[in-house]
T-cell receptor, first 113, second 110 residues
Framework: IAGITQAPTSQILAAGRRMTLRCTQD?????MYWYRQDLGLGLRLIHY???????GKGEVPDGYSVSRANTDDFPLTLASAVPSQTSVYFC????????????FGPGTRLTVL | GQNIDQPTEMTATEGAIVQINCTYQ??????LFWYQQHAGEAPTFLSY????GLEEKGRFSSFLSRSKGYSYLLLKELQMKDSASYLC???????????FGTGTTLHVIP
């Protein structure tokens, strides 16, 4: 089934631990994104990638890193998790040309204690 | 900078029409998206306006006025399943320049 998958669905993590959220799309979209969604703040862009091999910082990149080794995968890593990173994380992709809307993955609910 | 305003919450009756407004201040504005997000789920694309005017897609329509920095989403013949959050998002420049509003939670009541 075409679309975006994210793993895990949810995770409880101790502060200070390292965590990688996985995202895979099979639509051959060039652009991929990571957002976090917090109550009252809406969706905020963490990092993005215009194409395989390139990444860029979004609005709230601190504490997060990404890589884009190929077209399909765009993992998000929290090197040392903190409670303020408790959030719902959405991965998204778009075809890449200006104006194309974004497809969103199902999300990962992360709790950092 | 980018700034998007939309009402936090609205309530409407099943079968009725509801209009959800969105105002934006976006430098280099290129277009405006509307997404629907049911509780606990991912946002799904509804519409995209680039030019002024109304775009109709079934029960949903979206309007844009670039000169006024204003858009609305119109939902007709409301159904209970339309209870969701509706996100307004402006687009400027490249792929990373999509700014989302905080969303309007619509409650559809019998």
């Amino acid at each position: 089934i075409a679309g975006i998958t994210q793993a895990p669905t949810s995770q409880i993590l101790a502060a200070g631990r390292r965590m990688t959220l996985r995202c895979t799309q099979d639509m051959r979209h060039n652009a991929m994104y990571w957002y976090r969604q917090d109550l009252g703040l809406g969706l905020r862009l963490i990092h993005y990638s215009n194409t395989a091999g390139t990444t860029g910082k979004g609005e709230v990149p601190d504490g997060y890193s990404v890589s884009r080794a190929n077209t399909d995968d765009f993992p998000l890593t929290l090197a040392s998790a903190v409670p303020s990173q408790t959030s719902v994380y959405f991965c998204a992709s778009s075809e890449g040309t200006s104006g194309n809307f974004q497809f969103f993955g199902p999300g990962t609910r992360l709790t950092v204690l | 900078g980018q700034n998007i305003d939309q009402p936090t919450e609205m309530t409407a009756t099943e079968g009725a029409i509801v209009q959800i407004n969105c105002t934006y201040q976006t430098s280099g504005f290129n277009g405006l998206f509307w997404y629907q997000q049911h509780a606990g789920e991912a946002p799904t694309f509804l519409s995209y306006n680039v030019l002024d005017g109304l775009e109709e897609k079934g029960r949903f329509s979206s309007f844009l006025s670039r000169s006024k920095g204003y858009s609305y989403l119109l939902l007709k013949e409301l159904q209970m399943k339309d209870s969701a959050s509706y996100l307004c998002a402006s687009f400027s420049g490249g792929y990373q320049k999509v700014t989302f509003g905080t969303g309007t939670t619509l409650h559809v009541i019998p």
